[in-house]
């Protein structure tokens, strides 16, 4: 099960159509996707929660976060903008709570 929601993470952070894929290229907020990352990682963070180690694999997925949600203004309203830098902050701080 746990790697279901590994796959689920990596698709959703780097796979083809990710979310910093879509707000790079597209131009487009997925709030569906960007609710599913969120609901998938307190999964793995409950499985994590009392284990050592987490796989490079889903590491992987959370470097650099901010930048990945990073956007240039011009293509977004302000209030579009802004729920992308909080979703880049929500993202970074699970992902913080996951890695300690």
Known sequence: MISN?????????IGEDS???????CHHFD???????????HK???????????????ALCFIDI???FYVNQE?????EFDEIEDA??????LANILFS
């Open 75 to 79: 293509y977004f309203s302000k209030e």
């Open 5 to 13: 929601y590994i796959s689920q993470i990596e698709q959703l952070m």
């Open 88 to 93: 880049g902050l929500k993202i970074s701080e």
């Open 44 to 58: 793995v963070i409950s499985y994590y929660r009392d284990k050592e180690d987490v796989p490079k694999r889903l």
């Open 19 to 25: 979310i910093p894929n879509q707000l790079r290229n």
């Open 31 to 41: 709030k569906k996707s960007y609710n599913e990352l969120v609901d998938v990682m």
């Open 66 to 68: 901010l930048n990945n």
